[in-house]
């Protein structure tokens, strides 16, 4: 059976902290498919498309890896594009709590579905896509912690 994994979130935008979780994750799977949540109460900074469009700059040389949008649970779309795996990025112990709780949830409801955590480099322990849109907002540099393929202003 191929390993197909999903990586999902909102990238808004995509930080070197996703970029990094995904590259190591690369070799454990024959498939990553970085999957955008859409959830129709949340307001983005940037478009979905945009969003999208950065996240495929970063990783065109890559033909393991899919971009893709999904609306509903992750589980169902899981199913849908068939990946057995889920693949989250841990920073932190709030992060360890977060993901644990949605974790067991997912599982208790597609038991055949593993999430699997890669811990964040310590260097990415700090970014995080909220502080960068700040940054943007207020007419800040952000290249140092988005990938070096995109640019953001
Ligand atoms: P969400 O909207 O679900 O929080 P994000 O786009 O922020 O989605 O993050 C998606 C995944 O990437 C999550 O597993 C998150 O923990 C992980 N992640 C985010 N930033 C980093 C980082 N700097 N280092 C490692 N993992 C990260």
Redesign the pocket.
């Known amino acids: 059976m191929k390993r197909i994994a999903l990586?999902?979130?909102?990238?808004?935008p995509i930080?070197i902290?996703?970029e990094?979780?995904i590259r190591r994750a690369l070799p454990l799977f024959d498939e990553i498919i970085i999957a955008i949540?859409i959830n129709s109460t949340k307001n983005y900074y940037l478009s979905l498309e945009k969003r999208k469009s950065l996240i495929q700059q970063v990783f065109a040389k890559e033909s393991h890896i899919k971009v893709l949008s999904y609306k509903g649970l992750t589980v169902d779309f899981c199913k849908k594009v068939k990946a057995n795996y889920i693949l989250?990025?841990?920073?932190t112990s709030a992060?360890f709590e977060f993901?644990r709780g949605i974790a067991q949830m997912n599982k208790a409801m597609v038991h055949d579905i593993e999430t699997i955590f890669i811990l964040?480099n310590p260097e990415?322990?700090a970014?995080?896509?909220t502080i960068v849109r700040d940054i943007l907002r207020n007419g800040g540099d952000v290249s140092a912690f988005i990938p070096k393929e995109i640019q953001l202003k």
Request: without cysteine.
């Open positions: 990586f999902p979130g909102s990238f808004d930080t902290g996703h990094s979780i949540g989250r990025g841990l920073r992060d993901e964040s990415h322990s970014i995080n896509s």
